[in-house]
C-alpha cells in the first residue's frame, strides 16, 4: 500500500513569486493534516480537513496560505506571494478516524520550501 | 497553550550504550502523549505513545512513561543500535488543539 506522498521534495523560490505544494494521502483516509517546521523550531500544525472540509485551519500564518483539498483526495498549499520567512519543510499526514487525538498519523517526507 | 519541550541534539553515543532523550510538557488538559522517529529519507513514524498517566508505552525497545507528576515522557533504550540513527520527537494532543504539538526534534546518532 501506498504512504503519503508529497510533491515536491524540494523547491526553491524567489521571494515573492508562488508556490504550490501537493500532498496525497493514504487511499481511505479520511483526515488530512499540514504542517510546517522551520529550521531550528518544532513541528507546527497549520490545518486539518476531514474529506474535503477544513476541520480545523487556525495554524495557518496568514491569508497568503491557501489549502485546499479536492474531492477529499488529494491537497494542495498554495505560498502567494512567498516571504523569507516562509522557508521550511512542509508535512502532511493523514489517518483514519482518530487522528491527532490517537496520534496515529501517517507522515510523508515533507516538501522543503526554500524562498531566497 | 501547550507545549513540548525536548533536549536539542545532536545526541552522538556509541553502539550499545544506554539511551535516555528527555520530554517534558505543559498541557491544559490531560493529553496523550508520543514519540515519533524520522529517519534518513522518510517521514515521521509514530514510535510509542501512552494516553494516560503511568502508563507505558513500548516499541522496537524503546520505552516511554507517561508520569504526571513531573509532566514528563522521556524517551530510552537499553542497548542502542547504529539503525537508530535518526530524529525523534516528542508530541502529545488533548481536546484543546486539533493537532499535535510537537518538540523540536532531537537527532540522535549512533556510532558504530
Known amino acids: 500500500e501506498a504512504g503519503v506522498t508529497q510533491f515536491p521534495s524540494h523547491s526553491v523560490i524567489e521571494k515573492g513569486q508562488t508556490v504550490t505544494l501537493r500532498c496525497d494521502p493514504i487511499?481511505?483516509?479520511?483526515?488530512l493534516y499540514w504542517y510546517r517546521r522551520v529550521m531550528g523550531k518544532e513541528i507546527k500544525f497549520l490545518l486539518h480537513?476531514?474529506?474535503?472540509?477544513?476541520?480545523?485551519e487556525s495554524g495557518m500564518p496568514n491569508n497568503r496560505f491557501l489549502a485546499e483539498r479536492t474531492g477529499g483526495t488529494y491537497s494542495t498549499l498554495k505560498v502567494q506571494p512567498a516571504e523569507l520567512e516562509d522557508s521550511g519543510v512542509y508535512f502532511c499526514?493523514?489517518?483514519?478516524?482518530?487522528?491527532?487525538?490517537?496520534?496515529?498519523?501517517?507522515f510523508g517526507e515533507g516538501s522543503r520550501l526554500t524562498v531566497l | 497553550g501547550n507545549s513540548v519541550t525536548q533536549m536539542e541534539g545532536p545526541v552522538t553515543l556509541s553502539e550499545e550504550a544506554f539511551l535516555t532523550i528527555n520530554c517534558t510538557y505543559t498541557?491544559?488538559?490531560?493529553?496523550?502523549l508520543f514519540w515519533y522517529v524520522q529517519y534518513p529519507g522518510e517521514g515521521l513514524q509514530l514510535l510509542l505513545k501512552?494516553?494516560?498517566?503511568?502508563d507505558k508505552g513500548s516499541n522496537k525497545g524503546f520505552e516511554a512513561t507517561y508520569r504526571k507528576e513531573t509532566t514528563s515522557f522521556h524517551l530510552e533504550k537499553g542497548s542502542v543500535q547504529v539503525s537508530d540513527s535518526a530524529v525523534y520527537f516528542c508530541?502529545?494532543?488533548?481536546?484543546?488543539?486539533?493537532?499535535?504539538?510537537f518538540g523540536k526534534g532531537t537527532h540522535l546518532i549512533i556510532q558504530p
Open positions: 499526514a493523514s489517518s483514519q478516524v482518530g487522528g491527532s487525538r490517537t496520534g496515529e498519523l501517517f
Open positions: 487511499s481511505g483516509h479520511d483526515n
Open positions: 480537513f476531514v474529506k474535503e472540509s477544513k476541520q480545523d
Open positions: 498541557a491544559t488538559g490531560y493529553p496523550s
Open positions: 501512552a494516553t494516560k498517566a503511568d
Open positions: 508530541a502529545l494532543s488533548d481536546r484543546s488543539a486539533d493537532g499535535l504539538t
